[in-house]
Each structure stands twice: as C-alpha cells, then as structure tokens.
C-alpha cells in the first residue's frame, strides 16, 4: 500500500465546474497533482523547491493575539464518495463520531479536499478538483463555504483562456490567517514538462480572493515546489512542504521549510530522510509542528506521525507503525492542544481510511468515522457559539 498522502495538487482543465444547484451551496477540495502534471495525485503534496529562493511583498505580521487556541468544536474532513475515489465532499462531525454533516455537495467528478477551518469556526476553506470530469476538464480551484454548507463562494479562478496545467493556474490545499483575513494557498503555473509543472510556490490572498502575492519560489526556472502552507498562530511564520527537482540537491527531497513573513528567510526544519510533510500543523502554542513521514508512500513503508519544534529541534516520534500496512495521514490539532485528529488506514491492511483522534503523546487512539469510505484529511475546528 504505498498512498499514505492522498493530498497532492492535481491539475486538470476546465475554467468552472459544470453548474450543479447544490454546488451553490458547498464547494471545496484540494490540490491533488493532476495526473500528468506533477506526479501522481496520490502519491505526493505538492513538490518543494531547494532554491529557497525567497524575493517579495513583506506581509504585514498579523496581531500576536490572532491565534487559533480555544474550545474544541467539530472535524471537518474529506470523504471519498466513491470507491474509484473520483467523488468528494467535505463533512464535518463531532470528537465523539455523533452529528456528521455533509458541508459541500459537488458534481460528480470532483472532489472537494483539504478543508481548513477559519479560527472562529464559522467557515471553511477548501478546494475543489475535477479528477474524471471530462477530456478537457482541468479545474483545481480555492472555495469558501458557511461551516454549515451555505454560502458557497469561489476565489480563485484562472484568466479567460488559461486553464491548470497549460499555462494557467492550478490553486489549493488553503489555510486560514489567524485574523482570519487572509489565506495562504498553493498555487502551480506555467507549463507541464516532464511530468512537472514549471513554477510552485506557496501565495497569500484576502479573503474575499483578492490582493494575491507570492511568498516563496519567485525565481524561475525553480528548483523544487512548494505546498501545504499553515499558518504559525501568531501570523508571523508559515511552515509548509518543499519537494526538489531531479537537479537539485537531494534530488527529489521532501522537507518541511519555515518562512519569517517579515524577514522572508526560510529554514529547513525536518531531516531529509523522513520525507516530512502533507498538510503539517502548528500546535496552538506555536511551540510544535505536526506532521507525517514517507509522503511518497514508499511500498513496505509505514508513514508516521512526529512533531518537531519550529526551529527544527526536539523532533519526536508518535507513533511507529511499520511494514507498511498501518499508515498514518494528514493531522491536526485540537484548538485546546491536548489531542490530534488524523486519518489512519486500518491495521486490517484495508485501503480506506478512517478519521481518528488520541492525545498529543501518542496516546488513547480512537476511531471518530466508521464507514467503508475513505475519509481523510481532517481540520479540527473550534467551538462556535451563535
């Protein structure tokens, strides 16, 4: 079973989805690497770039108040709806597994992927993918949507004329700033040449989807590609995944990075080895980073849970599956720090995964879905009181 990240930005090719009244209502998912764009799109989270070669806009450092910390409140995930894994939406449901929710309900086709949960738990960003929505279909797109499933709202979208992956915009796996003003996203441009998209890098935009700028990989031709930003819960610093390129140095090297958003530099914080990534996650405190090894999937290798400290030292491990079977996904916080939410696939050997939640120690696992779906992915968001 080598498919522990199932996360990758994809590329496809269709300005907008098809017109679904539902689809008014929901909207969401993530960039998985469209087949033929940067590597499979279920093997990968978006390649990152060894260059670190950071020029740019200084963003404005967000107040030290705007934090994610706060009362637990629901999981929002990723469900396949079918087995072929062409079909998604984004649910959410509480720790305990009662009061699941289907938030997005888009056309067959796409998936909606990689929710994250604004910080007053009142929205959720996603992005949406076309994966078998036709021969000319090639949409991968950011959208907004109530954390009850109204209010759909799309704010990417490719110029007239350019689509994903043929000189156009490829945009996904969003995160929210801890203001909630702002998202960071990862967005792939240029041209596909050996089966790699010219230039990925890691953007910030308002809200709303306006006042887009790059963050990282602004020099061209890149060595490597950026993706899975998360916000630090001070809005200071973003963490998120590099892959090289065949010519850079490792070749093929997945790290995870830390960019300063004031000073622009940017520092490797996980060993080579572990090929470290897929949507990693500062703790509250912002005094660790989770995250899980062997990204790629390597068969007869189990990917596991770590967190490391955001300048690189005090890595641990949480669990330690291994042989290949058991394999540990993307993860999350609890808002109060004290739990993790991750996606596991079961000790059976079975290929769909479940949402599980167990203390920040690596203890008292529990399963929180119990379907024949695979569900993924998880956000854990905080309470909200209206």
């Known amino acids: 079973m080598n498919q522990p990240n199932d996360s990758r930005l994809v590329t496809s090719t269709a300005q907008s989805p098809p017109h679904d009244p539902a689809a008014s209502r929901t909207g969401s998912r993530r960039i998985p690497v469209a087949r033929g764009t940067f590597r499979s799109n279920r093997t990968r989270g978006l390649l990152w770039l060894l260059a670190l070669v950071l020029v740019g806009v200084t963003l404005p450092a967000l107040p030290a108040d705007a934090t994610f910390p706060g009362e637990n409140g629901r999981i929002a995930f990723r469900r396949f709806l079918n087995e072929e894994r062409t079909w998604g939406a984004v649910f959410t449901i509480r720790p305990d597994g009662s009061g699941e929710r289907q938030i997005t309900k888009p056309p067959q086709g796409f998936v909606d992927r990689n929710p994250d949960v604004s910080p007053d738990g009142r929205r959720i960003a996603f992005e949406r993918e076309g994966v078998d929505c036709g021969p000319d279909c090639s949409f991968v797109e950011v959208f907004v949507v109530n954390s009850d499933g109204t209010h759909l709202k799309q704010l990417t979208r490719n110029p007239a004329g350019q689509v994903c992956g043929s000189g156009g915009f490829c945009n996904g796996t969003p995160a929210w700033s801890p203001d909630g003003r702002h998202i960071a996203f990862t967005r792939a441009s240029g041209l596909v040449v050996d089966d790699t998209i010219e230039n990925v890098g890691i953007f910030v935009m308002k809200d709303d989807g306006s006042q887009i700028r790059q963050v990282t990989q602004k020099v061209r031709p890149s060595l490597g590609e950026d993706s899975d930003p998360q916000w630090s819960p001070n809005g200071r610093a973003i963490v998120f995944q590099r892959r090289n390129v065949r010519t850079a140095q490792p070749a093929n090297g997945v790290a995870l990075f830390v960019v300063d958003l004031g000073s622009h530099r940017q520092r490797r914080i996980t060993p080579w080895e572990l090929r470290a990534g897929d949507t990693p996650d500062w703790s509250p405190d912002g005094r660790r980073i989770l995250f899980h090894s062997n990204v790629d999937g390597a068969p007869g290798v189990s990917a596991n849970l770590y967190t490391v400290r955001p300048d690189g030292t005090g890595l641990r491990q949480l669990t330690f599956a291994t042989g290949g079977v058991v394999q540990y996904l993307g993860s999350s916080y609890s808002p109060d720090g004290r739990m993790i939410t991750f996606g596991r696939f079961p ?40």
């Open 347 to 386: 000790e059976t050997g079975g290929t769909n995964a479940d949402v599980m939640i167990m203390r920040t120690d690596g203890t008292h696992v529990r399963r929180v879905t119990h379907t024949v779906l695979y569900d993924s992915y998880p956000d854990w968001g905080p309470a909200v009181h209206r």
